[in-house]
């Protein structure tokens, strides 16, 4: 089985702050790893995902992420964080073996960037 | 590329109704999956389809719900005796399906938004 755990239900940030937004996930066998971002009342817009190699991977808007195998996250990271960037985010899970499609989603983080 | 589309956007209906979904996903990808998400969780998996096979199916679809797609390009699903735990929104996604790894990015609609009342 494989989960995804987003330990913060809510992160506040001062605007041009850096921003973090957690990550953890538990699967057997090598991760896909994704985060999304959401809209109100709008679908999931894709951000960035790790699939292999280098650890660190840049994705749209500035933002980045850092997988770590030993802790088993991978947290979302922006260096100045911007009014805009308040939404919805989820981090999703895929086993890279068997024949599984399916994304675990966590539950979801609400980030506010505060003016 | 014009994304994936769904339609409707919002649904509202009575206890015990029928109502049916549409999803329309991006152009040439072979994959198409269906979620669930209620207030406050993430999307939950429902179903997945390569081509017009219909290869995976969670727990979570009962036999109330039913998804198609017949000619492998759009999709249907299908909530017969709608409850009133049924509303959610209902998400569509499709990826290319060229990757056998499963690594491939899904690429979401708008979602269809369902109040059963």
């Known amino acids: 089985a494989q989960s995804v755990a987003q330990p913060e239900d809510q992160v506040n940030v001062a605007e041009g702050n850096p921003l973090t937004v957690k990550c953890t996930y538990s699967v057997s066998g090598n991760p896909y790893l994704f985060w999304y971002v959401q809209y109100p009342n709008r679908g999931l817009q894709f951000l960035l995902k790790?699939?292999?190699?280098?650890?660190l991977v840049k994705g749209s808007y500035g933002f980045e992420a850092e997988f770590n195998k030993s802790q088993t996250s991978f947290h979302l990271k922006k260096p100045s964080a911007l009014v805009s960037d308040s939404a919805l985010y989820f981090c999703?899970?895929?086993?890279?073996?068997?024949?599984?499609?399916?994304?675990?989603f966590g539950s979801g983080t609400q980030l506010t960037v505060l003016p | 590329d014009t994304g994936v589309s769904q339609n409707p956007r919002h649904k509202i209906t009575k206890r015990g109704q029928n109502v049916t979904f549409r999803c329309d996903p991006i152009s040439e990808h072979n994959r198409l999956y269906w979620y669930r998400q209620t207030l406050g969780q993430g999307p939950e998996f429902l179903t997945y389809?390569?081509?017009?096979?219909?290869?995976?199916k969670s727990r979570l679809l009962s036999d109330r719900f039913s998804a198609e797609r017949p000619k492998g390009s759009f999709s249907t699903l299908e909530i017969q005796r709608t409850e009133q735990g049924d509303s959610a929104m209902y998400l569509c996604a499709s990826s290319t399906g060229l990757s056998s790894g499963g690594q491939e990015t899904q690429y979401f609609g708008p979602g269809t938004r369902l109040l059963v009342l």
């Open positions: 389809f390569q081509n017009e096979a219909q290869l995976e």
């Open positions: 790790y699939i292999t190699g280098d650890n």
């Open positions: 999703a899970v895929r086993v890279s073996s068997g024949s599984a499609r399916q994304l675990t």
